[in-house]
């Protein structure tokens, strides 16, 4: 496990199979998966983290696992992959916490965090937001990291609003 960034309450690390045990339940959950169209298998869990291991070693950046830095509990998860957005190719800025720990501010403080590496480190000059309508909570996260709505997307058949923060405007 390799430490990617650490805030005062969290620490972001790289992905790792074993995390299985603790993703596979969040995702299988029905209220902690109402916006993103449907529950997950392990399966599937297991899939995403493949896939993001894999970009780690590609891009060297992806979706990261939130900890605890106090008790390293499992919290969720934040981070950025490339995404190509209507054939332009974007990178995306993405968050999901447990329902355990909604409302204390643990997506707002991972994806602020993960702006600024993602602006300074990996040099991104701007970040997209996949939200889908109605997802006020993420659209608070969205808009308290400096994001703007910019218009509506759809991909893989799943309606988008889109939220766009460019480098220099947190």
Known sequence: MTTILETSRLRLRTFRIEDLDELAPMVADDEQMHFYGAPRTRDDARAWIERNVDLYARNGFGFWLIESRDT????????????DLDGVSVTEIGWHTKKTVWN????TEAAA????????????RRLVALIRPGHDASVRVALKIGMREQGAA????DRYVTYVVDAGRD
Not at 104 to 107: F, L, Y
Not at 113 to 124: E, I, K, L, P
């Open 72 to 83: 390293s509990t499992f919290l969720g998860y934040c981070g950025i992959r490339p995404l």
């Open 104 to 107: 204390r501010g643990i997506a």
């Open 113 to 124: 965090a993960v702006r600024d590496m993602a602006f300074h480190r990996f040099d991104r």
């Open 154 to 157: 759809v991909v893989e058949g």
